[in-house]
């Protein structure tokens, strides 16, 4: 599936917080049709604790912090993300909650290292087959107004033709943008039903345990580079996660909706791994 792209920092060059501050840039990012993703397209800026349980992920290399994915706060312990987010080694991760704002955090963020990386153990990058992942955090985390648990979705949940979602994230704003924003950015996509975008991608792509949102026949709305492991939400109750940021083809667009992780599907190894 390598031609395909996925939403995570970790598929692109990295975007230093130094780079950022002096220069206002990010580095330029290789772009091959299918990533993990990166950002939110056609979306606009997410108001100040909208979504108290969006998580930044940020990772060292020799001691400069790189942004790198998104996540889901899912107690005090333990954040939910994308299995292709979890490639490192936890002393080289750091979580970032309870702020807007990426690169100039406000005063109500909470910062966390990570203790433990518990990726799926049937994770497969190349079929992106259960893209899930647990970070076990070393400080636990206080709840405060910016700062609260995402609900996770009832193992029955339905999900119908026109219901809608909301993706959040700080991934790039444009297919192959290099610039990344400050601010937390949302979107609404509707949902597309398995068969038609499992067609879209040619057959045999999209498992039952990932779920498609986007506007199929227009684009312009998506997640991309950067947004990966971040929360997509019920829009009638953005606390509610359906899914979590994976792999899509190009950003926003047409005939090619973002695919998720279902994340109902996977609620029996969330409860036996979040202990």
């Keep these: 599936m390598s031609h395909f792209r996925f939403k995570s920092a970790t598929m692109f060059a990295k975007v230093s917080v130094g780079v950022i501050l002096m220069a206002a840039?990010?580095?330029?990012?290789?772009?091959d049709g299918i990533v993990k993703r990166r950002a939110?397209?056609?979306?606009?800026?997410?108001?100040?604790?909208e979504f108290p349980f969006q998580a930044a992920i940020w990772e060292y290399f020799f001691g400069i912090p790189f942004f790198t994915c998104g996540g889901s706060v899912l107690n005090e312990?333990?954040?939910?993300?994308?299995?292709?987010?979890?490639?490192?080694?936890?002393?080289?991760?750091?979580?970032l909650v309870g702020a807007n704002q990426l690169y100039f955090p406000e005063e109500t963020k909470q910062d966390a290292t990570v203790a433990q990386v518990i990726q799926h153990e049937d994770y497969n990058g190349n079929t992106v087959l259960n893209d899930i992942c647990l970070l076990k955090l070393n400080e636990a985390l206080v709840w405060t107004d910016t700062v609260q648990p995402v609900i996770l979705p009832d193992s029955s949940l339905n999900i119908t033709e026109g219901d809608l979602f909301v993706v959040s994230g700080w991934g790039a704003t444009s297919e192959g943008g290099i610039l990344l924003p400050n601010d937390l950015q949302k979107v609404t996509v509707p949902y597309v039903a398995d068969d038609v975008c499992d067609e879209a991608y040619g057959g045999n792509a999209v498992a039952e345990s990932m779920v498609c949102a986007g506007d199929l026949a227009n684009g312009g709305i998506d997640s991309c580079q950067g947004d990966s492991g971040g929360?997509?939400?019920?829009?009638?109750?953005?606390?509610?996660?359906?899914?979590?940021?994976?792999?899509?083809?190009?950003?926003?667009?047409?005939?090619?909706?973002?695919?998720?992780t279902e994340v109902s599907y996977f609620l029996d190894w969330i409860a036996a791994n979040a202990v």
């Design 40 to 49: 939110i397209v056609g979306g606009e800026n997410a108001e100040k604790a």
């Design 231 to 260: 929360p997509m939400t019920l829009a009638s109750d953005k606390r509610t996660l359906v899914g979590i940021v994976s792999w899509g083809q190009g950003c926003a667009r047409p005939g090619y909706p973002g695919v998720y």
């Design 77 to 95: 312990n333990y954040i939910l993300t994308a299995g292709h987010c979890c490639t490192s080694d936890p002393t080289s991760l750091s979580i």
């Design 25 to 31: 840039c990010a580095a330029a990012l290789p772009w």
